[in-house]
């Protein structure tokens, strides 16, 4: 690899998390962002533990241009933190001043970072993101736009509205370096996979500044069995929702509630310390107010024309039956104290 210039002005990291990559579909990624009109890049190739064969062709492909950087991770960290791995690599680099985030297997408009960094220097903009094409595992286009297949309004949201519902991809989008120390270290889950770093990182931005919204598909995101997250049509809408809740057959487990419940958690604890979340978190679970409090933030959604009515009222739905179980527990834990005295 080359030095990281400290002569440039701009330069842009991009973490590119890999784990068990298509070669086809890595090897044209890795052409569509060395086709960037924007060159002044370096990007770091973190590998989860994929295959030894995959490796060594990444070791390969990687090789042939020195702004690429491949190192394989000692122990699986899933997607999350390996591209939380990858931010902390560049925020030792001081010369980085932005960070781009890449997957495995989609393919970048040779504008992308340039368009990206426009925008945030047309809003003083802390995150950047775009539309995204839709694309199946052999290239073909399924749709024009994610943000229209998935009913997205992004320019309607604010940190409270994306503790709702995530309208931020990751793969689109370019975060500025005052981002990194705010962001860093990711918040801990409970179970992998609860919520991803695009979500999180939006969040962050969202609650320090501002996000730029680039409504052009800068991206072709591909759409096949192995996506960790992939898109959904009109998702977020009752109809989808319901659609959800009857192919599981009526079955409520309680856990998106609880995902909601603990990123806001994380949210609220990391930049309101000294106050008491509880009275700030609309998912706090010492509230037993049955949902409303989630009502009212998905009225508010609904208002501004965020977009997320199906998943507000999958979520009170989520809270109310939480709170009248903890109800439950309580009359019952009551009623067995004169037994035991």
Same mark, same amino acid.
């Given at each position: ?36 009109? +924007?060159?002044?890049?370096? /990007? ?9 064969? $995959? ?5 390969? =492909? !990687? ?9 394989? #991770? ?8 390996? @591209? ?9 680099? *001081? ?13 970048w408009q040779p504008q992308k970072l340039s ?9 003083? !903009?802390?995150? !950047? ?45 370019? $975060? !500025?370096?005052? =981002? ?5 270290? @990711?918040?801990? #889950? ?24 680039? %409504? ?6 591909? #759409? ?14 009752? %109809? ?8 599981? *057959?009526?079955?409520? &487990? ?8 603990? =990123?806001?958690?994380? +949210?609220?604890? %990391? @930049?309101?310390?000294?106050?008491? &979340?509880?009275?700030?978190?609309? @998912? ?14 998905? /009225? ?8 997320? #009515?199906?998943? &507000? ?6 809270? +109310?039956?939480?709170? /009248?179980? %903890? ?15």
């Amino acid at each position: 690899m080359s030095q990281i210039n400290d002569f440039d002005p701009v330069q842009i990291g991009i973490v590119l998390a890999t784990y068990n990559c298509d070669r086809g579909h890595f090897t044209t990624q890795i052409r569509s962002i060395q086709n960037q009109d +924007f060159s002044q890049w370096f /990007c770091l190739i973190t590998d989860d533990g994929s295959k030894p064969e $995959i490796q060594d062709y990444i070791a390969q =492909l !990687a090789a042939e241009d020195s702004r690429f950087i491949f190192q394989i #991770q000692e122990t699986n960290l899933g997607s999350y933190h390996n @591209f939380e791995y990858g931010l902390k690599f560049f925020r030792q680099h *001081k010369q980085i001043t932005h960070v781009a985030f890449a997957d495995q297997d989609d393919i970048w408009q040779p504008q992308k970072l340039s368009r990206l960094l426009q925008a945030m220097a047309n809003t003083k !903009a802390l995150l !950047a993101h775009s539309d995204l094409a839709l694309i199946d595992g052999q290239g073909q286009e399924l749709h024009p736009s994610v943000w229209q297949y998935e009913k997205r309004q992004p320019e309607n949201l604010d940190a409270e509205l994306l503790l709702l519902r995530n309208t931020v991809t990751g793969c689109s989008a370019m $975060i !500025a370096r005052s =981002l990194f120390d705010d962001a860093l270290p @990711f918040p801990p #889950q409970a179970q992998s996979g609860d919520w991803y770093h695009d979500h999180w990182l939006a969040i962050v931005a969202a609650h320090r500044g501002a996000i730029a919204h680039v %409504r052009e598909p800068l991206v072709q995101y591909r #759409q096949h069995g192995q996506n960790v997250v992939g898109a959904e049509k009109q998702a977020g809408t009752i %109809r989808k929702e319901m659609a959800l809740w009857l192919a599981k *057959k009526g079955r409520l &487990t309680l856990q998106s509630y609880r995902i909601h419940r603990d =990123l806001s958690q994380a +949210f609220f604890q %990391r @930049f309101y310390p000294d106050r008491k &979340t509880e009275l700030l978190n609309p @998912f706090a679970e010492q509230k037993l107010d049955f949902g409303w409090a989630i009502l009212r933030l998905g /009225c508010r959604s609904f208002a501004r024309g965020y977009g997320s #009515q199906g998943i &507000t009222l999958r979520l009170w739905l989520n809270k +109310f039956i939480f709170d /009248c179980r %903890r109800i439950g527990q309580r009359l019952r834990s009551y009623l067995r104290q004169p037994a035991a005295r």
